[in-house]
């Protein structure tokens, strides 16, 4: 599977891919957590807008920003973060393209309870 996300405007964060999905951001910065098909964990989106730019990446625990200290995800996902890239609806994003190679996977708003 794979999905891109950014900020779109100042209030809605975007899903294109094959999740496709439009999120509400009004009055927060949302984190969204990533689900393998086995319903475990995988890692955590922060999201945050700040002077006019939203700041989109994974982070592991859900207070750091170090994807390569997980040696699963540095081997089974590929993310790509572009700082400020273009995109066809926002050019003041940081873009984050997540590939699963084929794993299924899911994105909630909220963190489901073990």
């Given at each position: 599977m794979k999905i891109t996300?950014?900020?779109a405007?100042?209030?809605l964060i975007e899903i294109e891919g094959d999740i496709e999905d439009e999120i509400d951001c009004y009055g927060r910065s949302p984190k969204l957590y990533i689900y393998n098909?086995?319903?475990i964990l995988e890692f955590c989106i922060k999201t945050s807008f700040k002077?006019?730019?939203w700041e989109v990446y994974p982070i592991l625990d859900e207070k750091s920003f170090d994807c390569e200290a997980n040696n699963r995800l540095s081997?089974?996902?590929k993310i790509d973060i572009q700082m400020g890239g273009y995109h066809k609806h926002?050019?003041?994003s940081m873009i984050l393209s997540i590939d699963s190679f084929g794993d299924s996977f899911t994105i909630t708003k909220r963190r489901k309870k073990k």
């Open positions: 996300i950014y900020g405007s100042d209030d098909e086995n319903n002077s006019g730019f081997k089974d996902w926002n050019n003041n």
